[in-house]
T-cell receptor, first 115, second 112 residues
Framework: EAGVTQFPSHSVIEKGQTVTLRCDPI?????LYWYRRVMGKEIKFLLH????????ESGMPNNRFLAERTGGTYSTLKVQPAELEDSGVYFC?????????????FGEGSWLTVV | SQQGEEDPQALSIQEGENATMNCSYK?????LQWYRQNSGRGLVHLIL?????REKHSGRLRVTLDTSKKSSSLLITASRAADTASYFC????????????FGAGTRLAVHP
């Protein structure tokens, strides 16, 4: 069974450009999460989808970030326009249900460098 | 503010030694989880300990949880060079819909 897959694995873009990150959760997982780790700091929660609905987007840093999950399958995270401080690794994760202690599976991350 | 904070920030040991990392948190939790991230790679789930558990083992890993002190420790016994990675604790808050709050991590270097 395929795990959580993320694309691209690495991206280098110039300040002001747009980047779209994609996450394919494990098949059948209703919950999809985005996290990011910026400059070796802590891993921060960005948002949580339950199917196609945004359950919690309290961690989204500003309106330059837009996340979608059309149809409740894969998700995209768009950064427009990108700033230098957006550099870091963006992790996607998924889980099957909302029972406490449910295993959350992480992808390999999308490593973004804004120059 | 961070929910989980790891201590130490960095740890350097020799192969065969034990490594202990600590994590403190601030609010009530359902469980606490430890993850590993190898350089340039994704997060790997190591172990989960529920709020009503005090100790858990998995291979060379031993995790303790003290909810009265809001702290946890991860012990890696007989460390290997392959254990070199960053280790993160993550707490799942009560009523948190599986939302994990991570700390800044401990960078572990195991030297041959």
């Amino acid at each position: 069974e395929a795990g959580v897959t993320q694309f691209p694995s690495h991206s280098v873009i110039e300040k002001g450009q747009t980047v779209t990150l994609r996450c394919d959760p494990i098949s059948g997982h209703d919950n999809l999460y985005w996290y990011r780790r910026v400059m070796g700091k802590e891993i921060k929660f960005l948002l949580h989808f339950v199917k196609e609905s945004k359950q919690d987007e309290s961690g989204m840093p500003n309106n330059r970030f837009l996340a979608e999950r059309t149809g409740g399958t894969y998700s995209t995270l768009k950064v427009q326009p990108a700033e230098l401080e957006d550099s870091g690794v963006y992790f996607c994760a998924s889980s099957q249900s909302l029972f406490f202690g449910n295993t959350i599976y992480f992808g390999e991350g999308s490593w973004l460098t804004v120059v | 503010s961070q929910q989980g904070e790891e201590d130490p920030q960095a740890l350097s040991i020799q192969e065969g030694e034990n490594a202990t990392m600590n994590c403190s948190y601030k609010t009530s939790i359902n469980n606490l989880q430890w993850y590993r991230q190898n350089s340039g790679r994704g997060l790997v789930h190591l172990i989960l300990i529920r709020s009503n558990e005090r100790e858990k083992h998995s291979g060379r890993l031993r995790v303790t949880l003290d909810t009265s002190k809001k702290s946890s420790s991860l012990l890696i016994t007989a460390s290997r060079a392959a254990d070199t990675a960053s280790y993160f604790c993550a707490t799942e808050l009560s009523g948190g819909y599986n939302k994990l709050i991570f700390g800044a991590g401990t960078r572990l270097a195991v030297h041959p």
